[in-house]
């Protein structure tokens, strides 16, 4: 007695299973990279040890593995706005990702999809600082608490705006 499978059956299997690889894989790939802190990093804007501020870190990664990280967003952005001047080996189109501590999570998000609030009373290590979001609401909610005067997507952020806050 043979068994046959016929395509039909074959077809029906594989290409979920194919789909199913694909979703998986893809989902990795746009994975947030993060790193967290030793106590020897320093952030190569102020020199302030980074680990002391778990509540406020920021960093960027690149696509090589190599990393910064700060002690505020403020430093980030400033860094990002001028890494000819802090790292002169990297540019824009080497970061693979950017992430900030949510302020209400505490946990890493995405900067690049983060609300950002400007103008709040809350300051960081050093200052005012713009005080990262996950979602739109919390950041909604933490403007009116706070007395924050605007709420800024990543895209939003010039070098003018982190001026305004030193």
């Given amino acids: 007695m043979t068994s046959r499978i016929s395509i039909r059956t074959v077809l029906h ?16 790939a746009a994975e947030l990279k993060t790193v967290k802190p030793t106590q020897k990093d320093k952030c190569p804007v102020c020199g302030m040890f980074v ?6 870190t920021a960093g960027i990664v ?9 002690d505020g967003v403020k430093d980030m952005f400033k860094y990002y706005f001028n890494m000819k001047k802090y790292n002169p080996s990297k540019k824009a189109e080497d970061i693979g990702s950017v992430f900030v501590t949510e302020y209400y999570g505490l946990g890493p998000v995405d900067a690049r999809k983060a609300f950002f609030v400007f103008g709040s ?3 960081g290590p050093m200052g005012r600082e713009l ?11 933490f403007m009116k608490d706070h007395r924050g ?3 800024l997507k ?13």
Avoid at 13 to 28: E, K, R
Avoid at 62 to 70: E, I, L, T
Avoid at 131 to 141: L, R, V, Y
């Fill in 13 to 28: 299997f594989f290409i979920p299973a194919v789909i199913c690889c694909f979703t998986v894989f893809s989902a990795h």
């Fill in 51 to 56: 680990a002391k501020y778990p509540d406020f």
């Fill in 62 to 70: 690149f696509k090589d593995g190599s990393h910064a990280v700060f």
């Fill in 121 to 123: 009373d809350v300051h």
């Fill in 131 to 141: 005080i990262p979001f996950e979602k739109m609401s919390d950041a909604t909610g």
């Fill in 149 to 151: 005067k605007r709420i």
């Fill in 154 to 166: 990543f895209s939003e952020i010039t070098p003018d705006i982190i001026r305004k806050l030193d």
